[in-house]
């Protein structure tokens, strides 16, 4: 992160993709896992081309390439397997066939995929090619299956290999069902809290029933409708008070408790114009009505810059919801480092108090290119945020 010496509040997050601790994710139940995941930027962009990738991943040509792209993508906030629609409710998820013990997120099935990506991750290379070797084997059966099987698990039993004795970093325990339930609590009480000191962990207290209320505001305030932000809808602070009869300061909280979870930091200023600001500015500005000198203007916000300037490539946005192809979607998040700039650009002299004329003077643009621009980041510094 690099700080502005004149105005602390912008903490510039490092140039790239921006991407959601699992942790974020770990503090949430299932179906809020997904309600903040799908109004994410990213996953707006990216799910359909990962989606197709993950239909067919064993294709070689250009569109399994972006394909692949799009996982890794997805994968920056917390998504590893095959994406939906963003419109999905409830009944598409089939919440209702997880058990209610894994629902609140605090436990979940270690299944033979989740086994398999722990070992790839935090095995060594000779850990994980002894194990392999080992696999192969065991699927050239011969004629007597379960003698090759046992010979090939007695041959892993003897590995004299110390990273096989390691607890993968999401603990992993066997539980015994046949102890009494009170036996088996108060054993895993009592190891979850060595975990929990091991790791600096602290406990606190998680209200799942104010997870609507963050929800809701976030909605209101972003302009979220089913499965896509409309700007037309946005709503400030002040009329999100007078709606809900909810005090400002309440809702400002809900808030940036909402953006927590859906982008995975706390809130500031430069985050947003780095991923909603710059996802959403590409639906505000016409690049056919935007000069060049726009993206190439030479004033730039004292203290907020960690790489130099750089140019946009095509200057080609989706202006769509969902649409535009792969390559289009991908320019959105290759863009993103020159449509943050314009935004955090505006959003400082919007705090100066410089009207619309003086601002496109300092930033050397046409007002009327940026107009929209301006009411949105207007209205934002008006709700202090």
């Not at 436990?107 to 722990?118: D, I, N, S, V």
């Not at 976030?218 to 089913?226: A, M």
């Not at 919801?321 to 991908?330: A, P, R, V, Y």
């Not at 300092?362 to 929209?372: P, Q, T």
Request: include cysteine; charged fraction near 30%; aromatic fraction near 8%.
């Amino acid at each position: 992160m690099t700080k502005s010496s004149d105005n602390p509040e912008y903490e510039v997050p490092q140039h790239g993709i921006i991407s959601r601790p699992k942790a974020v994710l770990d503090g949430l139940p299932v179906e809020y896992c997904w309600e903040f995941t799908r109004r994410h930027p990213y996953y707006l962009l990216f799910w359909e081309s990962a989606h197709k990738y993950y239909q067919n991943p064993n294709r070689t040509d250009l569109e399994c390439l972006l394909g692949q792209t799009a996982v890794t993508m997805l994968q920056a906030v917390g998504v590893t397997s095959d994406p939906i629609d963003p419109g999905a409710g409830p009944e598409e998820l089939e919440l209702s066939a997880i058990p209610k013990a894994w629902r609140k997120g605090a436990l979940w099935p270690m299944t033979f995929r989740g086994l398999t990506g722990a070992m790839l991750m935090e095995l060594p290379p000779e850990s994980r090619a002894a194990i392999g070797q080992l696999l192969v084997q065991s699927a050239h059966e011969g004629t007597d299956i379960q003698q090759h099987l046992y010979r090939l698990f007695n041959e892993f039993s003897q590995l004299r290999d110390p990273s096989l004795e390691k607890m993968p970093i999401a603990p992993i325990i066997g539980v015994n069902v046949n102890a009494p339930m009170k036996t088996i609590l108060e054993a895993l009480e009592q190891q979850v809290q060595v975990w929990k000191d091991q790791g600096g962990i602290t406990e606190h207290r998680r209200r799942d029933d104010k997870l609507p209320e963050y929800l809701r505001v976030w909605d209101l305030r972003e302009g979220w409708e089913d499965d896509h932000y409309d700007i037309r809808k946005e709503k400030t602070f002040e009329e999100i008070a007078r709606e809900l009869r909810e005090s400002f300061p309440t809702i400002s909280n809900r808030y940036k408790s909402a953006f927590r979870y859906l982008i995975g930091h706390e809130y500031r200023p430069a985050l947003w114009a780095r991923v909603m600001g710059s996802f959403k500015m590409s639906r505000l500005v016409n690049p056919d009505r935007v000069s060049r000198r726009t993206w190439r203007r030479p004033w730039k916000s004292p203290g907020l810059r960690v790489v130099p300037e750089t140019t946009l490539g095509s200057g080609h946005k989706p202006t769509e919801s969902h649409g535009g192809t792969f390559l289009e979607k991908m320019a959105v998040v290759q863009d993103m480092t020159e449509s943050a700039d314009l935004v955090m650009d505006v959003q400082t002299l919007v705090a100066k108090g410089y009207d619309d004329d003086r601002i496109a003077k300092e930033l050397e643009v046409d007002s009327a290119e940026i107009a929209d621009l301006l009411t949105l980041l207007r209205q934002r510094h008006r709700d202090g945020i």
